[in-house]
């Protein structure tokens, strides 16, 4: 097979949300990106590959998470089930396993989250494999804030984060309170 096979295979689709348009990249059957609209770290857009049509293929990883994004905005999914291709180096990689692993609606410091992965004097290295995160809101770099709990930094811009943070805290709440 050419290396165009289904492994690396790359498409994309643009699905709405109300944090404006989210770009959807797949390589293969995973899900490999979600950047928002002006996102930094954005790669181009010609590396995303064709256009996937629409309606996507029921049970294919744009129809899945798509739907499971809609849940998540109306406060009905607290954790995602996607399969993920996330392609970086090992240590942006193990930054980005330990993001997975940060519950919903809870945040970690760049300094617990550089400890948690055992490099403790590494939290400038975290935040920037942290903001190099190819999957937005799916893997929540969106949890991680400064020491003093300050919201530092989002690729997506802070008034994102801080709406993210805020449906998720209404989330988690309601779900106490049931």
């Not at 959807?24 to 996102?39: F, I, K, N, P, W």
């Not at 999914?77 to 997975?100: E, H, I, K, S």
């Amino acid at each position: 097979m050419s290396h165009h096979d289904h492994h690396s295979h790359r498409s994309y689709a643009v699905v709405d949300s109300p944090y404006g348009p989210l770009t959807l990249v797949a390589t293969g059957d995973r899900l490999s990106g979600l950047y928002m609209e002006g996102q930094r770290h954005r790669p181009p857009q010609e590396t995303f590959g064709e256009r996937e049509p629409q309606p996507y293929a029921p049970g294919s990883v744009f129809a899945r998470t798509h739907e499971q994004l809609e849940e998540y905005f109306a406060g009905a999914r607290t954790r995602f089930d996607l399969p993920l291709g996330l392609a970086g180096t090992d240590f942006q990689r193990t930054v980005w396993q330990a993001l997975l692993e940060i519950p919903y609606g809870e945040t970690v410091s760049y300094g617990l989250l550089a400890a948690r992965i055992g490099r403790p004097a590494a939290s400038r290295a975290v935040g920037l494999a942290n903001g190099r995160n190819p999957v937005g809101i799916i893997v929540p770099c969106h949890r991680v804030v400064g020491a003093s709990g300050a919201l530092t930094g989002y690729g997506g811009g802070l008034p994102r984060k801080q709406r993210l943070l805020a449906l998720e805290r209404a989330g988690s709440a309601r779900e106490r309170a049931s």
